[in-house]
């Protein structure tokens, strides 16, 4: 089983708009990719959201490459399209906002997924819910085998813009270190000890969208 905390003792750092955790201050990005540039998803697979269980039978996730955006129609539904493509040291940009929907004021629920599995276990997150945005958070194999739940930072509801209007969110990830600015705001910094995995784009029961999706990737670690 993986320490995901690394052996650092800690499972969140002290988060202030001073202390970037060194995940800013590399300056040299190696390649930039675009992650909503083919309208086939080619490069992408849905995941259940509990290993195990049965995906529905209907694709909600549609992805106009021509305006940069990727759509879930995902009533009752909820699953993870995750990129294929693991990612390392890298910092991902993008704009996200829930469709008008009657319900969605309150119980709206989305979320990015970073230095995830493939299969979803373990995971951690960028929680996009209406009621606990602003928070990294995750689950992993403990050292007896149980499921253990892993927080960092404070929910905000008033961190986003009103429904039907676009956030910026950006993600950056270098060495253990993992940063969640929302609107420009650093909101979360913890550290995680695995330091690489996939990114995803979680589909829970609310019409989301997603937009301008791009992934800087950085140097290694010093």
């Not at 403990?142 to 956030?167: R, S």
């Not at 695995?194 to 990737?217: C, D, K, Q, S, T």
């Amino acid at each position: 089983m993986v320490n995901l905390l690394g052996g650092v003792g800690e499972k969140a750092i002290p988060c202030t708009q001073d202390d970037q955790c060194s995940v800013d201050s590399v300056k040299d990005p190696l390649i930039r990719v675009d992650l909503f540039s083919d309208a086939s998803l080619a490069r992408y697979k849905r995941v259940p959201w509990k290993a195990g269980e049965k995906l529905s039978e209907k694709n909600p996730w549609t992805l106009d490459a021509e305006t940069k955006t990727l759509r879930a129609d995902c009533a009752g539904i909820h699953e993870v399209l995750m990129y294929q493509m693991p990612a390392y040291n890298a910092t991902l940009t993008l704009q996200f906002r829930f469709l008008p929907t009657p319900g969605v004021e309150e119980k709206g629920n989305s979320g990015i997924m970073v230095r995830t599995d493939a299969q979803n276990l373990p995971w951690l997150q960028a929680q996009l819910s209406v009621k606990d945005v602003g928070m990294l958070f995750g689950e992993f194999s403990g050292k007896d085998g149980k499921l253990e739940k892993f927080k960092a930072g404070q929910a905000n509801p008033a961190l986003f813009k009103p429904i039907g209007e676009w956030n910026d969110i950006e993600i950056s990830m270098y060495c253990d270190k993992v940063a969640l600015h929302i609107n420009g705001q650093l909101v979360a910094v913890t550290r995680w000890g695995i330091r690489y995995g996939h990114i995803g784009f979680e589909a829970e029961y609310w019409p989301v969208e997603f937009r301008n999706a791009v992934l800087v990737r950085k140097a290694a670690c010093m």
